[in-house]
């Protein structure tokens, strides 16, 4: 039997993370091949184009979306510009794949999901984590009670500071009016997706609280969001998002009869270290680096061959959004 042909994609989005990860991904991808790249500005997007490899570019989104060999889109571009650049991919009748937030707020996002629903096309959300071997053995062990029952479930992911995070770039550089919202539509939304996954549970009475510390040094602010909620089985779920100078991201699920510990997993590479601790035993595994979004691209193709859903779907978009507009409640309102 043959090999199915690559399908046709076109990137939408011509920042670092399309530069740095998008295309690469796609590059490395089985069953993907990126045939255009549309970006505002078309010097900048002719050049990632070619550093890529990538035939195709352009700065008229219809133009692209009118070829008939593109069937997959992937959205990186501006938070600001998700909402309408998925929004005319669906009408165009393409599956897309669109990396968080799906839309600035809540109800933005559900008209998206219902938008795709409508135009018969897939909708995924780039929740990159969950396609992590390291995070796909932990819920394993998870799924098949080698722990019991969850009880509790940290998650921590937080952004290293860089020497262009000054404290007027990180203000303009999210498209909200409170910063938690930023932490939570970056990292926050990725560890909000991961506990939910993990955990095949949905989070309920959020509360959170932000410590911001200026140093005034070129890197710009610390910032963690601490957020705390109740699985609907009862685990308790505490995330930390934000940007810090030296981050300790990682997981740890304890359960009625043992312990899970997952680190170097939390970031843009596959990858990481994992412990367990039980009943019977403790053993530590190290899992290989991998492209998690080569795998993510994959996994998206096989969600629209067979009709969906996608293994992060827009439904999982929207579910996270919830949480983001619960945290930028608490913390207005001072619920902690």
């Known amino acids: ?9 076109l990137v939408v989005g011509t920042g670092r993370h399309a530069d740095a990860f998008g295309l690469p991904g796609l590059a490395g991808a089985r069953s993907a091949t990126a045939l255009a790249v549309c970006g505002s500005d078309p010097a900048r997007a002719s050049a990632l184009a ?19 060999e593109i069937s997959h889109v992937y959205v990186c571009s501006a938070n600001a510009g998700h909402e309408q650049h998925v929004a005319e991919a669906a009408a165009a009748g393409k599956h897309v794949l669109c990396e968080k937030p799906l839309a600035p707020e809540t109800t933005g996002a559900v008209r998206l999901a219902e938008a795709c ?24 062990l998870i799924r098949d009670g080698t722990i019991g029952v969850p009880v509790a479930i940290r998650v921590e ?21 409170n910063p938690s919202r930023g932490s939570m539509n970056g990292t926050g939304s990725h560890a909000v997706d991961l506990v939910r ?3 095949d549970d949905e989070l309920g009475g959020v509360a959170a609280r932000m410590s911001e510390k200026d140093t005034g040094a070129a890197r710009g602010p610390h910032r963690v969001v601490e957020v705390t909620a109740t699985s609907a089985r009862g685990a308790m779920v505490t995330i930390a998002a934000g940007r810090a100078r030296h981050p300790g991201n990682g997981i740890t699920v304890l359960g009625t009869r043992g312990r899970i510990t997952v680190s170097e997993s939390i970031g843009n590479h596959g990858g990481g270290l994992l412990r367990l601790v039980s009943d019977t035993g403790e053993r530590t595994v190290r899992v290989e ?9 994959d996994a998206f ?14 439904a999982d978009g929207v579910a996270a959004q919830r949480v983001a507009d619960a945290v930028d409640h608490a913390i207005r309102e001072g619920v902690s």
């Open 301 to 314: 193709v096989a969600a629209t061959a067979g009709g969906g859903p996608a293994s992060a779907s827009g």
């Open 1 to 9: 039997m043959s090999t199915p042909a690559p399908t046709g994609w």
């Open 197 to 199: 996954w993990l955990l």
């Open 157 to 177: 992911y937080l952004h290293v500071l860089g020497r262009g995070d000054s404290t007027a770039r990180l203000a303009t550089s999210r498209a909200v009016t």
């Open 117 to 140: 629903r409508r135009a018969g096309v897939v909708l995924g959300t780039g929740f990159h984590l969950r396609h992590n071997e390291a995070h796909h053995r932990a819920r394993a």
């Open 289 to 297: 680096p991998h492209d998690v979004y080569a795998a993510q691209f």
């Open 50 to 68: 070619a550093r890529h490899g990538v035939p195709g570019c352009g700065t008229a989104l219809g133009a692209l979306l009118a070829d008939p």
